[in-house]
């Protein structure tokens, strides 16, 4: 590990402080808690470990499978258990609205009737109506956000029809008035499984959709998690303005990195086992996200699902990949739980994407002249932020996480003193992975303060330098 190299002008001073949820006022950070409408993973044993790292919203689809056994007759204790314990230990619930519910269905494929569609089903849509009311009325005053269906233009969550995007906006327009007339404050949300799949989402965007929502959810599993994001963020945003949508929030909604992956898994991974490469994809996901002014980013998921065979609309997965932060067979914490920790003690509603000015150099470390491809001069990210006036360097190089790239010495980072409005004075910098602080020794600066830090690492995951005043509140000294 490139931190073990003592030469470096690092000096540890602390680390970071994990804090529980209730004290982190708001942040856009979530994770997710989806499937517990078919019980892959035992909720009691992880709300209360998720409400230790600090994170602030937790997605949790309703199951109205679940909630309405019996026609006619609604029982919501099951989720109320869920939503009243994350409650109390400072985290939100928002609401993934379905799936079907084979009382209506004859044809679903499991009990949980996953992307079973109601407009199908005469007599289901009349029940799904009563069912949207029903469990609105019952969580006003405890859950405002409500994302409608999940992955509609995939075949899995869309039966037994075949994947329209009209028909998408025909069910929102159902279901979302419904809301609303339980919780006049609602912030009604569609979803979508890719950033911008060019056979479904300009459709669905012409529909004139965007005045029945406040914000859309995307969903992202790329191995490279800033791949696309940027273009794909700003032509959605372009499209949804372009129909009457100038209002709405992006999110990511839902996107995760396995620390195991099956065999022919579709992401086509080659390094098929890492809790390492899970937690430093997760930190670059929330970086890239928050960097894009998402309004939150979900990551999937809590548990690995792993107490019964994960159902989906037409199969059955008993050995999915393990997305979660925790084991799932022992419910013990990952590299990605810890990892977690230190993203939301920084990204809370004090740090804010700002966009600042940050030159990176590797001139010390692949000196000009030097026969080797400059592509990785180019790869360079750094996303800025300001927290209680100082800048936030957040830098990484991208590179697959499955290359284990070892880092590089000698990086530098060229700055705009003041440009924040507090000027970096006692430079740190922030190894998240590893929940580090270290004092920066070696820096350069002119009349206005220090404009360079030198001989800093660089990794494949975000490492973040700014002043020690701007975490003070956030480091637990060695």
């Known amino acids: 590990m490139i931190f073990s190299d003592h030469t470096l002008p690092l000096q540890k001073i602390g680390s970071l402080r994990r804090l529980p949820s209730r004290d982190i006022r708001q942040s856009a950070i979530s994770v997710g808690m989806e499937c517990l409408d078919r019980d892959v993973f035992n909720f009691d044993r992880c709300y209360e470990q998720l409400g230790a790292i600090g994170v602030k919203w937790a997605r ?107 028909e998408y906006a025909r069910l929102i327009r159902e279901t979302a008035p419904l809301i609303r007339a339980e919780i006049s404050d609602a912030e009604i949300g569609s979803c979508l499984a890719g950033m911008v799949n060019l056979h479904y989402f300009p459709g669905f965007v012409a529909t004139g959709i965007a005045s029945e929502l406040d914000f859309h959810c995307f969903h992202n599993y790329n191995i490279l998690p800033e791949l696309n994001l940027h273009c794909a963020v700003q032509a959605q945003r372009r499209s949804f303005a372009a129909h009457g949508g100038s209002h709405l929030k992006l999110a990511m909604g839902e996107g995760g990195y396995a620390s195991y992956f099956p065999a022919g898994h579709w992401m086509g991974t080659h390094v098929m086992a890492s809790e390492k490469n899970q937690a430093k994809w997760l930190l670059r996901r929330i970086v890239a996200d928050l960097g894009e002014d998402l309004m939150m980013t979900s990551f999937f998921q809590m548990a690995d699902m792993m107490e019964k065979p994960y159902s989906m609309g037409d199969v059955t997965r008993k050995d999915p990949a393990r997305h979660g932060l925790l084991n799932g067979l022992s419910y013990t914490p990952k590299m990605s739980y810890y990892a977690m920790a230190s993203a939301a003690a920084l990204f809370d509603d004090e740090t804010l994407h700002t966009d600042l000015y940050a030159q990176p150099d590797t001139t010390a470390s692949i000196p000009r002249g030097t026969p080797v491809s400059r592509l990785f001069d180019l790869a360079l990210s750094v996303v800025t932020f300001t927290r209680k006036g100082f800048p936030i360097y957040a830098y990484h190089i991208p590179e697959d996480v499955q290359c284990d790239f070892p880092g590089y010495r000698n990086f530098q980072l060229h700055f705009l003193p003041g440009e924040a409005g507090r000027p970096i004075c006692n430079p740190v910098l922030i190894d998240m992975l590893a929940g580090t602080v270290y004092a920066v020794t070696n820096t350069a600066s002119v009349a206005s303060g220090i404009h360079c830090c030198q001989g800093l690492p660089i990794v494949d995951y975000p490492l973040l330098l700014t002043d020690r005043d701007a975490i003070s509140d956030r480091i637990d000294d060695k």
């Open 60 to 166: 949790v689809q309703t199951g109205w499978c679940k909630c309405e056994t019996r026609k006619g007759e609604y029982d919501f204790a099951w989720l109320d258990h869920i939503v009243d314990r994350l409650l109390a230990v400072g985290v939100q619930p928002w609401f993934n609205l379905g799936f079907g519910n084979k009382l209506y269905m004859p044809d679903v494929y499991t009990d949980a009737a996953v992307g079973f569609v109601p407009l199908y089903y005469p007599e289901g849509l009349v029940a799904w109506k009563k069912f949207v009311s029903a469990v609105a009325k019952h969580f006003h005053g405890r859950v405002r956000r409500w994302e409608i269906w999940n992955e509609p233009e995939g075949k899995n969550f869309w039966q037994p029809s075949n994947p329209d995007p009209r």
